[in-house]
């Protein structure tokens, strides 16, 4: 059941990383019928097909095409949903320091004499190196 659950969760966010909404999939019957246009006037296989109108031959076939271009704005995936763009916004403000103030030991206390203080991790930043005696 498990094995399922994650099988049909991987699935779902596949789907949802792809750019493509669902008026990309009601415009498949017209990349459908586009393709067997090409295949019948050009002889085209599907996969040149795909690489004249979403791959490398795409500026040069809309180029020596300019007939289709009609044709061509009707064909799915050509238009990239905004999730395709992760936005990020960055806000200007302060700079987050995380300093401690010095603490000085308690004559008492067990650490008193230990090179390792524990205010001593914090000291010049949260992630530094270690440091050999």
């Known amino acids: 059941m498990t094995r399922l659950a994650a099988i049909l969760l991987s699935a779902f966010l596949l789907l949802q990383s792809l750019p493509?909404?669902?008026?990309?999939?009601?415009?498949?019957d017209e990349l459908l019928e586009h393709a067997r246009y090409h295949k019948e006037q050009f002889g085209d296989s599907f996969l040149t097909f795909l690489n004249k109108h979403y791959g490398d031959l795409k500026e040069a076939h809309e180029r020596n095409h300019q007939e289709e271009r009609q044709q061509h704005e009707q064909l799915p995936f050509q238009q990239l949903s905004l999730h395709a763009f992760p936005q990020t916004c960055f806000l200007p403000g302060e700079r987050f320091e995380w300093n401690t103030p010095e603490q000085t030991p308690d004559?008492?206390?067990?650490?008193?004499?230990s090179p390792l203080r524990l205010s001593s991790i914090f000291i010049g930043g949260v992630f530094q190196p270690p440091r050999s005696a």
């Open 107 to 113: 004559k008492e206390s067990p650490l008193a004499h």
């Open 20 to 28: 493509m909404g669902p008026g990309d999939l009601a415009q498949l």
